[in-house]
Every structure is written in structure tokens, then in C-alpha cells.
């Protein structure tokens, strides 16, 4: 293999529960005040939940909580 090789890794589809997007599929990454996150996140959540955008850009605030399963 060379140095230009790519490495495949299996892509894991998170669909949101509640929040104003119920049911959207999580898209990775998304950008929350001007920071990027690859992974469902608790910032700014009141409740410690972790939560994601359903955009790549928050700009339409819309967002659900993530499956309590979800492993990173």
C-alpha cells in the first residue's frame, strides 16, 4: 500500500429524537457558533444530553437529541 492509500471506515447514521428536527438524520460535521464538531455534543445543553444539528451550519437552529446508544 502506498502512502496515498485510503482508509475506509464504516459510516454510522445517528436519527435525532425530539428536538425541533424529530426524527432527521445527525450530520457530521456540523458548525455550532463557530466551532466544528464531529460528534454529538452537550454544549450548551441544559440537561447534559448530547444533541445534534441536523445542517452542516446551525444557521436554521435545528437540532434533536441523539439515541442514548450512540458510541464514540
Not at 485510503?6 to 456540523?30: D, I, R, S, W
Not at 457558533?33 to 448530547?50: A, F, G, H, I, P
Request: overall charge negative.
Amino acid at each position: 500500500l502506498s502512502a496515498w492509500s485510503l482508509h475506509v471506515l464504516p459510516v454510522q447514521q445517528y436519527f435525532t429524537l425530539e428536538g425541533n428536527a424529530f426524527g432527521k438524520p445527525c450530520m457530521f460535521p456540523f458548525m455550532y457558533k463557530q466551532q466544528w464538531y464531529s460528534e454529538c455534543t452537550t454544549v450548551e445543553s441544559q440537561d447534559q444530553r448530547l444533541w445534534c444539528a441536523v445542517e452542516t451550519k446551525y444557521e436554521n437552529e435545528l437540532w434533536g437529541y441523539c439515541p442514548t446508544n450512540c458510541e464514540y
